[in-house]
Nanobody, 122 residues
């Protein structure tokens, strides 16, 4: 199975930007569709973005579209989430996940990182 490790989280001011990274172990990274989810205190885990195994057709939750960009570099076994125009509603633990399906449903992702905290101050 693939192991995932997120990094790049931290504390930013509203309107600022962060770039999250998710590094995958092994040599089969390119065989998985990748996604980002997030979970805020007291909230359910929600879909953020996903990208196909070849890096095509990125898809975003409506509240992220136009602000967030998902990308991947299969040669580096890494998926990224560029986050711009952050606001307090973006405060959450962000998780990357891998699946053999293109999905917005967390239960369809069997492989998860442990998350990285993003805190946006207002």
């Amino acid at each position: 199975q693939v192991q995932l490790v997120e990094s790049g989280g931290g504390l930013v001011q509203a309107g600022g930007s962060l770039r999250l990274s998710c590094a995958a172990s092994g040599r089969t990274f390119s065989s998985y569709h990748m996604a980002w989810f997030r979970q805020a205190p007291g909230k359910e885990r929600e879909f953020v973005a996903r990208i196909t195994l070849g890096g095509y057709n990125p898809y975003y939750a409506d509240s992220m579209k136009g602000r967030f960009t998902i990308s991947r570099d299969n040669a580096k076994n890494t998926v990224y989430l560029q986050m711009n125009s952050l606001n307090a509603e973006d405060t959450a633990v962000y998780y990357c996940a891998a699946s053999n399906l293109q999905s917005r449903i967390s239960r369809e992702y069997p492989y998860w990182g442990q998350g990285t905290q993003v805190t946006v101050s207002s």
